[in-house]
């Protein structure tokens, strides 16, 4: 099984730059991020970039736009471009290559994040560290890769579901944007401004409690447990007989 | 008793409403070519599907290489190779890096993966391009990289789903040389085809289907037996002398339509009719037998199942 996932994990790594037009959509989804959150963010927060909310859109949102590019083209792609019936006729067991294709994009997520925080931290050190090394507390640092690992995991589990029932990898890349970006980008004000009651502001001490010992597990157990759903439910789904037929 | 490879018993698939295949019961001889053909939706590539596991049976049930297509389709995946109706290549990978993903799917060291791919690129004439993109090959070199990559793993049992549908004349010839040659080695190629003149040329049994049933099975010759020997007569005077030869035994029918004389005989052999033809007086300038597997293949698709 590990064999087996670590061939089609070589397989999507040879292609992945190689689609048409995906370099210039990586360019334009991951680098251009990268770009911003890497240098742009901590050049002009300095070394309160650390501490304030910029960590967690590289933990979230990055790995999110490579989970969102990446697994469609997975799976979609291979339906899209003729490759999986013959990929299917081969030896490899469903599990190995449905939890192979979900790994690379979780990984390739991760990656992104370690390289884009890496690279912040350099850059927040090298122009604002005159008052010691500036690093982000070991407990908020972990608590971010969990969750950002959770949250890959969770749209990688989506994005399987949404490939298999899109007609082409754009259609499922547009369906998981619009699931992951579109609508909370949308519906998220507009539900902090419905909840308003006076002085009162429900959602707002919800979140405040997120940064409690007990809201972080709260947030973990819950990603936890979608994340684990939509990949069994994809395991379930990530049928032979139901892919060739 | 010919070994078999394959033994399908009343095989059953259906899609819904749609009865894909019905109650296919055939034997595939180990070591030879075997022909699987059918108009489109006749339930070819259903078949290949059920065989490889790909896709249970609705009823019935066969054994590929002494395995059950249900229970253990995964040992059958194991053995077997395939081009299926589409090529299935990473176009945007080189030649050389399609055929070291298949050859590590097969688990294959790294040494013996190079080796294998170079033999059979080598085989198929295309060692010096490996470092090409798949996608950047004609449909013919695409096709013979898919070939390849079917062997790469050494299989006893290839499935061939329609190998050299949409390829020119050179390519198929190039793609047929190359089964026959494969044939030659012993490998048994389970083939379907739309050609019917690579069917007779390559196959030594083949297996007819229509609307998921069968309809004919066995060697080619006795297929065309079947259907007649069609002889076509070009001469002078036949007029007269087709008349006499109306009711030989061995003369099924006889048309006269500009000028030449189409005959459907039992006998593989036109001399006698030839003969009596010349003494009746007719004057023959040619005779060519023109019966071909494609016009028993035609008779069987239009006889009522």
């Not at chain 1, 539900?191 to 973990?220: I, Q, W």
């Not at chain 2, 002494?66 to 389709?73: K, L, R």
């Not at chain 2, 190779?81 to 399609?98: I, W």
């Not at chain 2, 097969?106 to 033999?119: F, G």
Request: charged content about 20%; overall charge negative; some cysteine.
């Amino acid at each position: 099984m590990i064999a087996d996932a670590r061939t089609v994990i070589w397989k999507e790594w040879r292609s992945l730059f190689r689609q048409p037009g995906s370099r210039i959509r990586l360019v334009l989804t991951v680098a251009v991020p990268v770009g911003y959150f890497g240098i742009v963010g901590p050049l002009q927060d300095g070394a309160d970039w650390v501490n304030n909310a910029s960590p967690w859109f590289v933990a979230i949102v990055l790995p999110l736009l490579v989970v969102v590019m990446t697994a469609p083209d997975s799976f979609a792609g291979e339906r899209e471009r003729k490759t999986l019936r013959t990929l299917l006729a081969s030896r490899l067991p469903d599990s190995a290559i449905l939890w192979a294709k979900v790994a690379f994009s979780v990984f390739l997520g991760f990656g992104m994040m370690i390289l884009t925080l890496v690279l912040a931290l350099v850059v927040v050190n090298t122009t604002d560290g005159g008052n010691g090394l500036v690093v982000i507390a070991w407990d908020r640092l972990l608590y971010m890769i969990v969750v950002s690992i959770l949250v890959s995991a969770m749209a990688a589990g989506a994005a399987v579901l949404i490939s298999l029932r899109a007609v082409t990898v754009q259609q499922a890349q547009q369906t998981l944007a619009a699931v992951f970006f579109l609508i909370p980008t949308v519906a998220g004000p507009v539900v902090l401004l419905l909840s308003k009651d006076g002085d009162h502001r429900p959602l707002e001490d919800l979140f405040a409690t997120l940064g409690t010992p007990a809201g972080r597990l709260g947030v973990v157990v819950g990603l936890l447990a979608l994340a684990s759903t939509l990949l069994w439910v994809a395991k379930l789904r990530f049928k032979r007989s139901r892919l060739a037929a | 008793m010919q070994d078999s490879i394959i033994e399908i018993d009343r095989l059953t698939r259906r899609y819904g409403d749609v009865l894909a295949l019905d109650g296919l019961t055939l034997s595939v001889p180990r070591g030879s070519i075997y022909g699987f053909l059918g108009p489109n939706g006749a339930g070819k590539t259903t078949t290949i599907s059920l065989l490889m596991g790909l896709v249970e049976p609705t009823e019935g049930n066969a054994r590929v290489l002494g395995f059950d297509v249900v229970d253990s389709a995964d040992e059958i995946r194991l053995r077997v190779g395939a081009l299926l109706d589409e090529n299935g290549l990473y176009e945007q990978m080189s030649a050389y890096e399609n055929l070291l993903f298949y050859a590590r799917v097969w688990q294959l060291s790294p040494s013996d993966a190079e080796a294998r791919a170079m033999k059979v690129l080598s085989e198929i004439g295309l060692w010096a391009r490996r470092d090409d993109l798949a996608g950047s090959w004609s449909r013919g070199m695409q096709q013979r990289l898919a070939l390849a990559r079917a062997q790469i793993h050494e299989p006893e049992l290839l499935f061939l789903d329609e190998p050299t549908a949409g390829l020119d004349v050179v390519s198929s010839r190039e793609v047929r040389d190359h089964l026959a040659n494969l044939a030659r080695e012993g490998k048994t190629i389970f083939l379907t085809t739309h050609n019917m003149a690579e069917a007779e040329e390559l196959c030594a049994r083949v297996a007819v289907i229509r609307n998921g049933r069968l309809v004919a099975e066995g060697e080619p010759s006795a297929l065309l037996s079947k259907s007649g020997h069609e002889v076509t007569i070009v001469g002078e005077h036949l007029d007269n002398a087709t008349q006499a030869i109306r009711n030989r035994y061995d003369v099924v029918s006889a048309v006269l339509e500009d000028g030449q004389l189409r005959l459907r005989m039992t006998s593989p052999d036109p001399s006698p009719v030839v003969a009596d033809l010349v003494a009746a007086g007719a004057s023959i300038q040619e005779v060519s037998r023109g019966t071909r597997l494609e016009d028993a293949f035609l008779e069987l698709m239009g006889t009522d199942s």
